[in-house]
């Protein structure tokens, strides 16, 4: 890892138009409000967040897979957000995504073969039938698949491997940047470690970077360099792996890192609870969005935005109790 910049956001939004009511008065959903944050060549930038913070939008905007309502997304220093879909075809080449749900990521009715070849036709990175076959059963044994698996379809498969499969495919382009949206969350514990230990030797072999969304803080340990905190389309607090889970500022990673499982039985950790639900993205709190379930609120949480506030070279939070 170094320290050039790959991928750079800078407040990024999405907001879906929503009705609500009898008679269906237009708001807006408010997925993503005001994200930046820059990710290094080289280093896995965690993601971590309840489910609804906006976190998998937001891996689909780094994809261009979701249109962006404002602000800016930066890729090997090119704007993608004003890019067209003929100018995206040779950007699609440098960043891809790895899906949640590995059942219904890959079609049916392809064959093994069909699915990780596509990105090779489509990209012109085969001269011929024979070389584009060939390139395919390489990428299937770097995922720990053999060759016999390209002329089978997604259903003869349990989730894990389809899950290798569309780790394929992703790399047979070979992008810069892989956006792995919960890559895990799908499958048995037995398989998980598999598929990260994976993740792991396939980040050294490519010299791959990543951007990992997940809600489980264990798994994110495990593979991040850095993690980013979001809540209710906000980021929270950014840090390096060693800073936020030795020593986490923002009263929400807090409460995060407090409800992580413990080990061993003699081991003790405080228990912060959250009062109250998360509120809706449609109608959000005014101020600091977390004041409302904060058990350090102040009254200038519920009224002013936080800035951000850099506490060393690896860690920042956006919390009025810095300011």
């Known amino acids: 890892m170094n320290d050039e910049i790959l991928l750079s956001l800078n407040d990024v939004k999405k907001y879906y138009d929503v009705s609500r009511g009898i008679f269906g008065r237009k708001h807006k959903l408010k997925a993503v409000d005001g994200v930046s944050f820059d990710v290094k060549r080289g ?3 965690g993601i971590v967040g309840e489910s609804g913070c906006g976190k998998s939008t937001l891996g689909r905007m780094i994809c261009k897979l979701e249109s962006t309502t404002k602000g800016e997304i930066f890729l090997d220093g090119e704007n993608i957000v004003e890019m067209s879909e003929r100018e995206m075809l040779k950007i699609r080449k ?8 590995p059942y219904t990521s890959l079609n049916p009715r392809m064959s093994v073969n069909d699915i990780v070849g596509e990105p090779i036709i489509v990209h012109g990175l085969a001269a011929n039938r024979t070389e584009r076959n060939q390139q395919v059963l390489n990428y299937l044994k770097d995922v720990g698949l053999a060759s016999y698996h390209a002329n089978r379809y997604p259903h003869e498969f349990s989730g894990g ?3 290798r499969i569309g780790i ?11 956006v792995a949206d919960e890559p895990v969350s799908a499958l048995d514990v037995s398989i998980q470690s598999q598929v990260l230990n994976l993740l792991n030797s396939i980040k050294r072999e490519y010299e791959l970077t990543f951007v990992f969304i997940s809600h489980n803080l264990t798994v994110v340990e495990f593979f991040s360099d850095r993690i980013g905190v979001m809540y209710l389309g906000n980021m929270m607090e950014v840090a390096s792996k ?3 889970y030795q020593n986490p500022l923002h009263p929400y990673t807090k409460a995060l890192m407090a409800a992580i499982p413990v080990m061993h039985p003699r081991e003790r950790r405080k228990r912060l609870l959250l009062e109250g639900n998360i509120p809706s993205a449609v109608d959000p ?10 058990p350090q ?3 200038k949480c519920k009224t002013e935005i936080p800035a951000k506030s850099i506490i060393s070279d690896d860690q920042y939070v956006y919390c ?4």
């Open 43 to 45: 280093e896995v930038f």
């Open 94 to 101: 440098k960043v891809q995504m790895i899906f949640q749900d």
């Open 161 to 163: 491997q389809r899950q």
């Open 168 to 178: 394929a495919r992703s790399l047979v382009v070979r992008p810069e940047l892989i």
């Open 242 to 244: 060693d800073a936020l």
């Open 285 to 294: 709190p005014s101020g600091c969005k977390f004041h409302t379930r904060c």
């Open 297 to 299: 609120c102040m009254d």
């Open 320 to 323: 009025h109790l810095y300011n």
